[in-house]
Nanobody
Framework: QAQLVESGGGLVQAGGSLRLSCAAS????????MGWFRQAPGKEREFVAA????????SYADFVKGRFTISRDNAKITVYLQMNSLKSEDTAVYYC??????????????????WGQGTQVTVSS
């Protein structure tokens, strides 16, 4: 059974850091493009970052560029999101997703086949 499990969320003060992890199992996720999305209360889900299956290509939403870093360890079948200089507006539920149909990566959430359950990130100001 394909499964993505996020961890690492929590409460942090503005300016602080968190590292999210997404452990994948049940499929050959090492060959999948992976992405992180987030959804804040009352808002639509939005793209945060994506990474190609090899890890050689990445993409970021403008609002996280220079602050967040996506990476992956295919030996551990785990994707990470290092979040630095966190702001109150980063407060959201963060979701990990996997895309089987992307050559490199995609920012389109409709292209992702599998989703995790989400992990809450709360940034206090």
């Amino acid at each position: 059974q394909a499964q993505l499990v996020e961890s690492g969320g929590g409460l942090v003060q503005a300016g602080g850091s968190l590292r999210l992890s997404c452990a994948a199992s049940g499929r050959s996720f090492s060959a999948y493009a992976m992405g992180w999305f987030r959804q804040a209360p009352g808002k639509e889900r939005e793209f945060v970052a994506a990474i190609s299956w090899s890890g050689s290509k990445t993409s970021y939403a403008d609002f996280v560029k220079g602050r967040f870093t996506i990476s992956r360890d295919n030996a551990k079948i785990t994707v990470y999101l290092q979040m630095n200089s966190l702001k109150s507006e980063d407060t959201a539920v963060y979701y990990c997703a996997a895309s089987s149909g992307s050559i490199d990566y995609t920012v389109d959430d409709h292209q992702y086949d599998f989703w995790g359950q989400g992990t809450q990130v709360t940034v206090s100001s």
